[in-house]
């Protein structure tokens, strides 16, 4: 792709995020983003269809960019276990709180919270074993639960400026999941 075509991307995708720590998403035009973008209307038409469009784009690259940043490396996948990616996972968040603020706050768009919760959901199912205290449950109600309740602590820490550190909610959080045995715990590996 043209450095050119990134550029004004970049820019647009940038502009979009800005002013939506300024008012709602409804509320933005695409002349605001054109402007505070510095580029034509004509330019966001070239490279998306509408203001949705570019708000997927934010979306999608920054959930691409969280999971990126929490798989591990050909030299870590040996002492990689679960309590360590969710660690990753909510530095990440911690380390780029600004845009999940952003994207989680911002009235009108619920796109941002339903694709975190469907990855998390995805991620369990990968990853969910049906035995012991959980066995005769119904995997998926147990699985909307847990990621429902994950989601919303991770929403709730963002929303209300991380009064915790990552290392203490994911020590808290992996022993909710250990204890009722929705991850192993770091004896069973």
Same mark, same amino acid.
């Given at each position: 792709?043209?450095?050119?075509? *990134?550029?004004? !991307?970049?820019?647009?995708?940038?502009?979009?995020?800005?002013?939506?720590?300024?008012?709602?998403?409804?509320?933005? +035009?695409?002349?605001?983003?054109?402007? *505070?973008?510095?580029?034509?209307?004509?330019?966001? #038409? &070239?490279?998306?269809?509408?203001?949705? @469009?570019?708000?997927?784009? @934010?979306?999608?690259?920054?959930?691409? *960019?969280?999971?990126?940043? @929490?798989?591990?490396?050909?030299?870590? *996948?040996?002492?990689?276990?679960?309590? +360590?990616?969710?660690?990753?996972?909510?530095? #990440?968040?911690?380390?780029?709180?600004?845009?999940?603020? +952003?994207? &989680?706050?911002?009235?009108?768009? !619920?796109?941002?919270?339903?694709?975190?919760?469907?990855?998390?959901?995805?991620?369990?199912?990968? !990853?969910?074993?049906?035995?012991?205290?959980?066995?005769?449950?119904?995997?998926?109600?147990?699985? !909307?639960?847990?990621?429902?309740?994950?989601?919303?602590?991770?929403?709730?820490?963002?929303?209300?400026?991380?009064? #915790?550190?990552?290392?203490?909610?994911?020590?808290? &959080?992996?022993?909710?999941?250990?204890?009722?045995?929705?991850?192993?715990?770091?004896?069973?590996?």
């Amino acid at each position: 792709m043209d450095r050119r075509i *990134k550029k004004s !991307q970049k820019a647009i995708e940038s502009a979009l995020i800005e002013l939506m720590r300024e008012k709602d998403f409804e509320e933005i +035009t695409i002349n605001s983003i054109a402007e *505070k973008a510095d580029v034509s209307r004509g330019t966001i #038409y &070239l490279n998306y269809d509408d203001k949705y @469009c570019i708000l997927e784009k @934010c979306i999608d690259k920054e959930l691409e *960019k969280l999971v990126k940043s @929490c798989v591990p490396n050909e030299n870590e *996948k040996s002492n990689f276990n679960a309590q +360590t990616l969710l660690l990753r996972t909510l530095e #990440y968040i911690e380390a780029n709180s600004n845009i999940f603020i +952003t994207l &989680l706050e911002n009235n009108g768009v !619920q796109t941002f919270r339903d694709k975190l919760l469907s990855m998390v959901r995805d991620r369990m199912l990968f !990853q969910l074993k049906m035995t012991g205290i959980n066995k005769d449950m119904n995997s998926e109600i147990f699985i !909307q639960f847990w990621s429902v309740a994950i989601i919303g602590l991770i929403e709730w820490w963002v929303k209300n400026s991380l009064p #915790y550190s990552s290392e203490e909610i994911t020590k808290h &959080l992996f022993n909710l999941l250990s204890r009722n045995e929705v991850i192993p715990s770091l004896n069973e590996k």
